[in-house]
């Protein structure tokens, strides 16, 4: 079987509604999962709830109710923004899920009879937003590196997992594997981090009951990282592989695993290539092929998170500038690998200039033009290449940067690519002037009908172009491009892949604004 492309996002807490900041994940990996795809690779992407948590337990007791149906209800409203925005995965996948609690506790009875957990006695500090130990050494003037508060000191007998055992594995994997994880400058502090010693971490808790039994001692419940990030081998069909490698199931999970890219935040990185590695070695599983650790998204300069309360909603954003205008601001304004920046009043800039005045008005003049001097003739690849050379010689290196910009999960590039080529067609019409040539064709000069021929057609194939490459993106701004050029929309695997430059003749429809004017909001 074919090698499936598996790209996952960092599962999400649902203790409050979901953020800009996840919904810039989420996107990020959706336009890398649509644009593989349509680069001509199979694809499988998942997302999904962290559910086992005491922040959890706390948010379903302050409304009243059990964790189970607190949890039902945020997976409803979390599943419902991301299809707003055009999230297409494949699995959404909770940690409540009963193939997850299968997978969770074989996986866990496997490392158990192995030797790499054991029980003993627990004494350190704990950040509840983290779900995570720390040092004193790790401590920032005694609070969370992360959260800027202190951790609580807790003092309980749990299970732990040898971490410690695997530190000389990893550091191999990290130094035969140099883009495990990216982008590379975030790999010297995990190394370090690996090289400093590493100490043995819990995996349960008996405090609370909100989680999945051990089954080695269902007084204990799998402590959240160890829970959570087996999440990635269960949405990809583990359980069949646990239960028969030989199964036909069994074989479609190995298609899938290893992941090609677990996408996750940067504060995140250390239990993605520390804990998540050591696991899988623990498993016997083979590790995912890389960790891109994107930035954070930052409003007004401070990191965007629930704990400081200065969210953004983006149901809400995006329902009042559009899904795609949301899309585009957040794929084309910030590059994944740096910390973002949201700016309601840069989205609508974004927005106007971009995709209304370059991509929408390129599109209505030249189909107005089209139809204005060809209006019963369907245009073909003209004979000549008078005027056209430049333009197609320059759309012919498109699909190279994309896949550049695709392999570097790099989304601004990609876009950067895109809008470059319909900069380049506004600015061959500028240098061309079809209504000069026109004017010179009515005048009875034969030459110049040819010419405007050519001209046109190079506009409306650069525009097809175009919107083959950004339906990645803007998924329904594009569509409507190919319905006003009456073609109809490409299949979406190989759509980029197979693009070749004059395949298609063109008699386009009526010309319709795709990408209103967005006014700013008054103060």
């Keep these: 079987m074919k090698k499936v492309d598996y790209i996952s996002t960092a599962i999400v807490y649902p203790n409050s509604r979901i953020h800009v900041g996840w919904a810039w994940e989420c996107l990020g990996a959706d336009w890398l999962n649509r644009s593989l795809r349509a680069l001509g690779h199979d694809t499988f992407f998942s997302t999904g709830m962290d559910e086992h948590s005491i922040n959890v337990q706390r948010a379903a007791e302050g409304r009243s109710l059990t964790p189970k149906a607190y949890c039902d209800a945020m997976a409803q409203d979390i599943e419902r923004v991301l299809g707003k925005i055009g999230i297409g995965y ?18 866990v009875k496997r490392v158990f009879e192995k030797g790499d957990i054991y029980q003993a006695k627990y004494e350190g500090h704990y950040c509840e937003s983290c779900e995570a130990f720390y040092t004193e050494k790790d401590l920032v003037n005694g609070n969370c590196p992360q959260h800027q508060k202190p951790p609580k000191w807790i003092s309980e007998e749990n299970y732990f997992f040898r971490l410690s055992k695997y530190q000389d594995k990893l550091l191999k994997h990290f ?10 400058y975030r790999k010297g502090e995990v190394v370090n981090f690996i090289k400093a010693g590493l100490k043995d971490f819990s995996i349960s808790r008996s405090t609370f009951t909100w989680g999945i039994p051990l089954p080695f001692d269902p007084k204990h419940v799998v402590y959240v990282w160890f829970d959570a990030l087996i999440n990635y081998l269960t949405a990809a069909g583990v359980e069949f592989f646990l239960k028969d490698p030989k199964s036909p199931q069994a074989k479609e999970f190995e298609t899938r695993w290893p992941a090609k890219v677990h996408i996750i935040g940067k504060d995140i990185s250390r239990f993605h290539c520390v804990y998540w590695p050591a696991m899988l070695m623990a498993m016997d599983m083979p590790l995912p092929e890389q960790v891109f650790a994107h930035g954070f998204m930052t409003i007004k300069g401070d990191r965007m998170s629930k704990s400081s309360g200065n969210v ?26 740096q910390d973002g920046n949201f700016a309601l009043e840069a989205l ?60 570097e999960v790099n989304s601004q590039a990609y876009i950067t690519a895109c809008t470059a080529r319909s900069r ?29 021929r050519e001209v046109l057609f190079s506009l409306l194939e650069g525009i097809r172009w175009i919107a083959t490459a950004l339906l990645p993106v803007l998924l329904n701004g594009m569509p409507e491009v190919f319905r006003q050029l009456s073609l109809s929309l490409p299949e979406e695997k190989g759509s980029i892949s197979g693009l070749r430059w004059a395949e298609h003749g063109f008699q386009p429809g009526e010309p319709k604004p795709i990408f209103p004017r967005i006014e700013l909001p008054t103060q």
Excluded: C
Aim: aromatic share 8%; no cysteine.
């Design 424 to 452: 380049l067609l506004n600015l061959y019409i500028d240098q061309t002037k079809p209504w000069a040539l026109a004017k010179r064709a009515t005048a009875g000069e034969a030459a110049a009908t040819e010419e405007l």
């Design 348 to 407: 609508i800039l974004k927005n106007n200039s971009d995709l209304a005045n370059d991509m929408g008005n390129l599109v209505n003049r030249t189909i107005s033009m089209t139809r204005k001097y060809f209006p019963d003739e369907k245009l073909q690849k003209s004979k000549t290449e008078t005027h056209s050379k430049a333009v197609r010689e320059s759309f012919e290196k498109l699909v190279g940067e994309l896949q550049t910009a695709v392999t």
């Design 175 to 184: 130094d035969e594997n140099p883009k495990f994880l990216q982008p590379d």
């Design 90 to 107: 494949d699995r959404f996948i909770r940690t409540s899920d009963a193939d997850h609690h299968r997978v969770v506790q074989e996986l």
């Design 312 to 337: 953004v909603d983006p149901e809400e954003v995006s329902g009042q500038v559009g899904a795609d205008a949301f899309r585009y601001y957040l794929l084309a304004e910030n590059q994944f690998a």
